[in-house]
């Protein structure tokens, strides 16, 4: 199977999976007041956030097992793609804008933070540190990310 087929399976699959679970989502979608409209929106927020998810954290091992796939401006536009995630990170609160905007959409609390895979199917429910005093969970995507980028930035000075 091909990145794209992956991609797709794996947004569709954890993406219902999380709208048919998320104890958050389901009280939002009973909700009588919640327009239809307002229902596909976040049903749309879901499936692209677990898009983002499967890019930024599986491209990495694409990239470097079949490094003949990719020319060096893919790689460079998904460098700069992990770069703007981690900027939009740092300047929101250490918290995703998607994450943010389902969680207004839905009325919970801001400190919410994605359901990852593995949170996903242990149905937990993490929060996000505080921007000041950043909790374990969100250190690891941090310092992946930063090892992300050093790497993205070596493999293209190969390429030059």
């Known amino acids: 199977m091909t990145f794209w087929t992956n991609l797709i399976f794996f947004t569709l699959i954890f993406g219902f999976l999380e709208i048919l679970t998320n104890k958050y989502l389901i009280k939002y979608f009973r909700n009588p007041s919640t327009k239809e409209i307002d229902k596909l929106k976040i049903s749309g ?86 921007p000041d005093n950043l909790n374990l969970r969100d250190k690891v995507y941090y310092y992946y990310m930063y090892a992300l980028l050093a790497i993205l930035i070596y493999i293209i000075w190969q390429r030059i």
């Open 45 to 130: 927020l879901i499936l692209n956030h677990y898009s983002y998810y499967y890019v930024i954290y599986t491209t990495i091992f694409y990239i470097i097992l079949n490094p003949s796939e990719w020319s060096r401006d893919a790689i460079i536009i998904y460098f700069l793609f992990n770069l703007y995630v981690l900027f939009s990170w740092y300047y929101n609160n250490n918290k995703c804008f998607l994450t943010t905007w389902t969680n207004q959409m839905m009325g919970t609390d801001d400190d919410f933070g994605f359901r990852d895979p593995y949170d996903l199917l242990t149905d937990n429910y993490p929060e996000t540190g505080d």
